[in-house]
């Protein structure tokens, strides 16, 4: 920790934002979270290791956002809408992917420029796609390349993800039922993949994730499950509301502040995997919504969102410069807001994190 400190980048951060960092980022209050990782220490798997390059990254990132200058620093890549399973709350239907990689590969390449330090490639099921490894090789220096699949994953081809450079592995798990889990995903034997899956990621030494879309009815079941899953080796979850669902799935307030509360919950409780909460990273004491404001989703199609819950295209990379498209659409998101965008339950007052770090003041006419 020591060293990190020390480090020049760290140094140049706002000094309310290196107590945020410690805080919530690098959890000295719990040092079992921190994992050895890479050659380094990483306390997530949404994270770069320190040191690395992509650690390096992660600083200038938070840095360029405490001076007013924002830069997409995640962003989500759907690879295809083609997938074995049927889950309930897709958002990506279909049997489509591009012919080419070419422009994806530029567009990576683009977006690290301008300082992006997480890829995620998901889909769909992007483990269908031949050149994923060479889309991972593409990100992986500068960034750290992330898989979000419901599997199957054998040993060869999670070796084969490990060798391109992927970082970890977030493996679709709906539910510790295996029937309840195979009908909430839409396929019988999904269950038996999912841990096949989670048994193979680990195998390899890659982080090992899951996500899991909750429900009213799997709240009363979320803690088993919780258990469940870091029984299983996984280390971080997931934890997404259902937002693009029919109406009477979605979350009440109650519910929302059950998810939001369980993320400060599984800090102090060892029986729990980290927790990456939907509710809680967009509430007023965390983050915020922050999409358009420093992520971005590419769907199979190319289109360019502000998250894969808001659907609004902002331009398509196969028909133009994804920097373009960037400067458009954060200059109609310049800052964050509490709340969830596509819920449209937002309030217009920055969240604890940023309130803590930008230094350049509100520009709002």
Same mark, same amino acid.
């Given at each position: 920790?020591?060293?990190?400190?020390?480090?020049?980048?760290?140094?140049?951060?706002?000094?309310?934002?290196?107590? %945020?960092?410690?805080?919530?980022?690098?959890?000295?209050?719990?040092?079992?979270?921190?994992?050895?990782?890479?050659?380094?220490?990483?306390?997530?798997?949404?994270?770069?290791?320190?040191?690395?390059?992509? %650690?390096? /990254?992660?600083?200038?990132?938070?840095?360029?956002?405490?001076?007013?200058?924002?830069?997409?620093?995640? =962003?989500?890549?759907?690879?295809? /809408?083609?997938?074995?399973?049927?889950?309930?709350?897709?958002?990506?239907?279909?049997?489509?992917?591009?012919?080419?990689? =070419?422009?994806?590969?530029?567009?990576?390449?683009?977006?690290?420029?301008?300082?992006?330090?997480?890829?995620?490639?998901?889909?769909?099921?992007?483990?269908?796609?031949?050149?994923?490894?060479?889309?991972?090789?593409?990100?992986?220096?500068?960034?750290?390349?992330?898989?979000?699949?419901?599997?199957?994953?054998?040993?060869?081809?999670?070796?084969?993800?490990?060798?391109? @450079?992927?970082? @970890?592995?977030?493996?679709?798990?709906?539910?510790?039922?295996?029937?309840?889990?195979?009908?909430?995903?839409?396929?019988? @034997?999904?269950?038996?993949?999912?841990?096949?899956?989670?048994?193979?990621?680990?195998?390899?030494?890659?982080?090992?994730?899951?996500?899991?879309?909750?429900?009213?009815?799997?709240?009363?079941? !979320?803690?088993?499950?919780?258990? %469940?899953?870091?029984?299983? @080796?996984?280390?971080?979850?997931?934890?997404?509301?259902?937002?693009?669902?029919?109406?009477?799935?979605?979350?009440?307030?109650?519910?929302?502040?059950?998810?939001?509360?369980?993320?400060?919950?599984?800090?102090?409780?060892?029986?729990?995997?980290?927790?990456?909460?939907?509710?809680?990273?967009?509430?007023?004491?965390?983050?915020?919504?922050?999409?358009?404001?420093?992520?971005?989703?590419?769907?199979?199609?190319?289109?360019?969102?502000?998250?894969?819950?808001?659907?609004?295209?902002?331009?398509?990379?196969?028909?133009?410069?994804?920097?373009?498209?960037?400067?458009?659409?954060?200059?109609?998101?310049?800052?964050?807001?509490?709340?969830?965008?596509? !819920?449209?339950?937002?309030?217009?007052?920055?969240?604890?994190?940023?309130?803590?770090?930008?230094?350049?003041?509100?520009?709002?006419?």
């Amino acid at each position: 920790m020591l060293k990190l400190l020390l480090n020049k980048k760290v140094r140049a951060l706002p000094w309310r934002f290196k107590l %945020f960092i410690f805080r919530y980022f690098l959890s000295m209050r719990d040092p079992d979270n921190v994992v050895d990782f890479a050659g380094g220490k990483t306390l997530s798997i949404y994270l770069p290791p320190f040191p690395s390059r992509a %650690f390096d /990254t992660f600083l200038d990132a938070q840095l360029k956002a405490s001076k007013g200058e924002p830069v997409p620093e995640i =962003v989500n890549i759907s690879l295809t /809408t083609r997938c074995q399973n049927e889950c309930w709350h897709c958002t990506t239907p279909g049997d489509y992917e591009p012919a080419s990689d =070419v422009t994806l590969l530029k567009t990576i390449e683009h977006l690290k420029e301008m300082g992006t330090y997480q890829f995620l490639f998901t889909g769909g099921n992007p483990l269908l796609r031949d050149d994923l490894e060479g889309l991972i090789r593409t990100a992986h220096g500068s960034a750290i390349a992330l898989v979000s699949t419901p599997g199957p994953l054998d040993r060869a081809r999670a070796r084969s993800l490990q060798d391109a @450079g992927c970082q @970890g592995v977030l493996v679709g798990l709906e539910h510790y039922d295996a029937i309840k889990n195979d009908e909430l995903m839409g396929r019988e @034997g999904a269950y038996k993949d999912s841990l096949e899956t989670i048994k193979n990621v680990k195998a390899t030494g890659m982080l090992t994730g899951c996500w899991i879309v909750v429900t009213s009815e799997m709240i009363p079941d !979320l803690d088993r499950y919780l258990r %469940f899953v870091k029984d299983q @080796g996984v280390t971080d979850v997931a934890i997404f509301e259902p937002i693009l669902a029919d109406e009477d799935r979605l979350l009440d307030e109650g519910e929302r502040e059950y998810l939001l509360n369980i993320q400060k919950k599984s800090t102090k409780n060892k029986g729990y995997p980290r927790i990456i909460s939907g509710p809680f990273m967009d509430s007023e004491e965390f983050m915020g919504c922050t999409a358009a404001y420093n992520r971005l989703h590419i769907t199979a199609g190319g289109d360019v969102y502000p998250c894969d819950m808001l659907c609004e295209s902002w331009g398509n990379i196969y028909q133009e410069d994804i920097r373009e498209i960037w400067k458009r659409m954060h200059d109609d998101y310049p800052e964050p807001l509490c709340g969830c965008l596509a !819920l449209n339950d937002t309030e217009d007052r920055l969240p604890e994190y940023y309130r803590r770090l930008i230094r350049k003041p509100r520009n709002r006419s």
